[in-house]
Each structure stands twice: as C-alpha cells, then as structure tokens.
C-alpha cells in the first residue's frame, strides 16, 4: 500500500488531520489499534476552545457541534464559602463551547467514512521503518496478516501510550514531566446538570467539578488518591462527596442519578521535545499531556494539528516547501508550554495535595482571594481558558 501521509492513531488529532488533507486533494491512511466502538466508547473531556469550534466549522465537520454544542459565556469558581463567576465573554470577547470528546471524534469517523477515506481499525503491532529515507514505511498486523504502508511522511497521533514517540532517538528526545499526587473520579449521569456553567470547586476535602454533555447529560468529577479503587464508590458515595464538596446551594439542587460511566483519571504534566524527527511528525498526547482542570488537551491536539496540516499542505502545493516542516516542534511547543502553564496553575490553585504544608496553604488562599478580587486576574484566566491564539 502506497498514500501520502500514514496516520497512526483514529482519535481527534489522528482523524482531524485526515480530513484537513483530504479536503486539500492529500491522501492519507489512518491506523487504529483498537476497534472503532472502543474509541467510541472512551468518555474524555468536552470545552472546545473557540478556535477548535472554528477548525471544525472549517473541516466540514461542525453540523452537529453547532446544533447541539452549549455555549458558555462564563465559568464559576468556589472556595470556602465564597463563589466567583469569571465571565469570558466580557473579558475576551470569547465563549467556549461544551460538546463530548466523543462526539467530536463521531463526527470526525463519519466524514473520513463519506470521503471515503482508508481508516483501519485493528491494526496491531504498528511499527515505523526508513525514517531517514524519503519513503518511510508501516507495517502493521491486521487479521494475521503483516502488511506494509509507504509513506512520504508519517503523524504519530497514537496518544501517550503509542509507539510513535519511540522512534525519536532517545538522545534527542528531551522529556518534562510532573505527576500529581492525586487523581480524577469521574461519573456521567442522565440528569440535568446543578448548573448552566461549569463550577470549579476547591473545597478542603479536595477538588471537585460540575460539568455537563448536554441539558441531560451530566459530568461530575472528585479530586481522588491516584490509585483509587473504583469498585469502593458506589453511586452514593460518590454523590454524597460531591454535595459535601459544593456549595450549599448547587447541594441541595443538584439531580442525582444512576451513573452510566464511572471511571479514573491520573494527573500528569508531560511535554515530548522535540514533536519531530525526519519524516516523522508527533500530535496531541502522543507528545503531551496536560492535567484536565483547564481543559486544554483536546485543544492542544487541534492547535499541533492546524501547524501539522498547514506544514503539510504548503510541502504539497508549493513544491516541496519545508520551513513549516522545519518550524512545526517550535509553532506548537510555544503554545503547548502556555497551556501546560495555565493547567499546571489551575491545577495547583484548586487541589488538596497531601504535602501541602501551612505556607502552601497560604499561596492557595491567597491566589484564590487574589482572583477573586482582582479583574485582572480574572481577565487572565479567561484569556488562557477560552484559548490562547495560534
Ligand atoms: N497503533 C495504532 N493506534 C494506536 C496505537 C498504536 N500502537 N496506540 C494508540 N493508538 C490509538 C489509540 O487507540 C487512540 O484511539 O491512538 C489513538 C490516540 O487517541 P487519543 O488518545 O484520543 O489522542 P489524541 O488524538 O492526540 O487526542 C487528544 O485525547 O486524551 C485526550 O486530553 C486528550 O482530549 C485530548 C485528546
Ligand atoms: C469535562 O466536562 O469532562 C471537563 C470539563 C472541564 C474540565 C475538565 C473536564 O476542566
């Protein structure tokens, strides 16, 4: 098999680069390890940053997303007894937009399937080869048969656990990374949410958020251990911690409900440098992760992919043209380092962390009041969260 971009890796960066190409006249093949219900099945986060919403109004793919998507003017911020609404719109001009992960990736599979375009779901044992020709190769394993891709370029978008990032040597590759000490327990219920906004909440038993996927869709989130067992939080527990966690008001309003999802997140800062080697180009969490209290992954994944499809249309169109190529790492990790920046301080402003000691606990207080009380700073925070621009 021939084509001209492989793809390995069927999540948003992996099927949204495939259908910026395919909308240019650029053929790719699109990889997948797992089945396409099991990428489906996967609940991730859901605030799309207005320059994500725009890429996929751009890539014929925003139907959905427009009918469906909820507009947020604002989120909310609560600690101790005092709340804060941050408006986005007044301080940027901005909103955001809440729409699943899941759906975004729904609507990805549907255009790369009326396209046309090849993408290949159990495709095992992926491995890269002649990086340093100009035809690069995949060989993968589908229904017991070894099969070979030639490429003229390759996009490692297989997410923190995939192989692409093994192929930049490791005396190049410079790895950054922090590990919280705590996790995410998160559940999706079919009730409406407590709130129309999302609610940020540092409480002293630890963080917790109010989310949502639809007006009956709800997302709720408790900062855990890290190495939490599931099966000790039934649906009561989880729901009597959370209204602990609230203030008294969401408490007594909110809807509670059987959860239709349960699941654990760690927390991790990692930043892969640099994003390229040859012909070998690596997006979204293939090459980083942010903790999720900003919301910014799956945005980070849109924002490598606007460099990686700009680099790759201008190679194609203008006869070779490499300096996008050789600009895309430094375009993306300006703007990835800005965001790890701004989850790493939501992070830290809104966590219990278990070494925390009477100092520690003073900053926090003291950048929560600070927030709280200066436009400024809420002008700040709203410009990072409705996305920074690239
Ligand atoms: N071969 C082929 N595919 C693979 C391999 C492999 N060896 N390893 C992983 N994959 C697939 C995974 O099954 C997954 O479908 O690559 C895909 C990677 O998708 P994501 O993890 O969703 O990563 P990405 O597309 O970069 O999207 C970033 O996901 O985790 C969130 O916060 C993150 O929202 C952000 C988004
Ligand atoms: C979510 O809805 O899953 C969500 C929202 C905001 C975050 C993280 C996750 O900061």
């Known amino acids: 098999m021939r084509t001209q971009v492989g793809i390995i890796g069927s999540g948003p960066s992996g099927l949204l680069l495939s259908q910026l190409l395919h909308q240019q006249g650029i ?5 997948e390890k797992r089945t396409q219900d099991y990428v489906l099945g996967r609940i991730r986060a859901g605030v799309l940053e207005q320059g994500m919403v725009d890429m996929l109004r751009a890539a014929g793919v925003s139907d959905r997303m427009d009918r469906e998507g909820l507009v947020h003017e604002g989120i909310e911020i ?6 804060q609404r941050v408006d986005l719109k007044k301080h940027t001009g901005k909103v955001v937009t809440v729409y699943g992960q899941t759906e975004v990736t729904k609507d990805l599979m549907d ?14 044992n992926v491995q890269i080869a002649g990086l340093e020709s100009d035809a690069p190769e995949i060989t993968f394993e589908k229904d017991d048969q070894t099969q070979k891709l030639t490429c003229d370029f390759i996009a490692g978008c297989d997410g923190y656990h995939g192989v692409s990032r093994r192929y930049i040597p490791e005396n190049l590759l410079k790895i ?8 995410w327990l998160g559940i999706l219920s079919e009730t409406p949410p407590v709130s129309d906004e999302l609610i940020y909440v540092n409480h002293w038993r630890g963080f917790a958020l109010c989310s949502m996927r639809s007006p009956t869709r709800s997302r709720y989130y408790l900062q855990c251990a890290f190495d939490e067992d599931l099966e000790e939080w039934t649906d009561d527990r989880f729901w009597d911690e959370l209204r602990i966690r609230l203030p008294n008001e969401a408490a007594e309003r909110i809807e509670m409900g059987p959860s239709i999802e349960k699941s654990m997140a760690p927390l991790r800062s990692f930043i892969a440098e640099p994003m390229r080697h040859k012909r070998l180009f690596l997006a979204g969490d293939a090459a980083h992760i942010v903790p999720p209290t900003g919301a910014k992954g799956l945005n980070l994944a849109a924002s490598d992919i606007y460099y990686l499809s700009r680099a790759l249309v201008a190679f194609y169109a203008e006869d070779g043209r490499s300096d996008l190529m050789d600009s895309y790492s430094a375009d993306c990790l300006r703007r990835i380092w800005k965001a790890e920046r701004f989850s790493w301080w939501m992070t830290t402003m809104l966590h219990k962390f278990p070494d925390q000691n009477s100092f520690d606990r003073g900053m926090q207080m003291a950048e929560l009041d600070y927030l709280f ?6 002008a700040s925070l709203a410009e990072n969260y409705v996305g920074l621009p690239f």
């Open 27 to 31: 053929e790719s093949v699109v990889l």
């Open 78 to 83: 609560c600690f101790g007894d005092r709340r």
């Open 111 to 124: 255009a790369r399937a009326a396209a046309g375009g090849a993408l290949i779901y159990e495709a095992e």
């Open 176 to 183: 950054h990374e922090r590990v919280y000490p705590f996790g």
């Open 373 to 378: 009380d200066s436009d400024a700073a809420q």
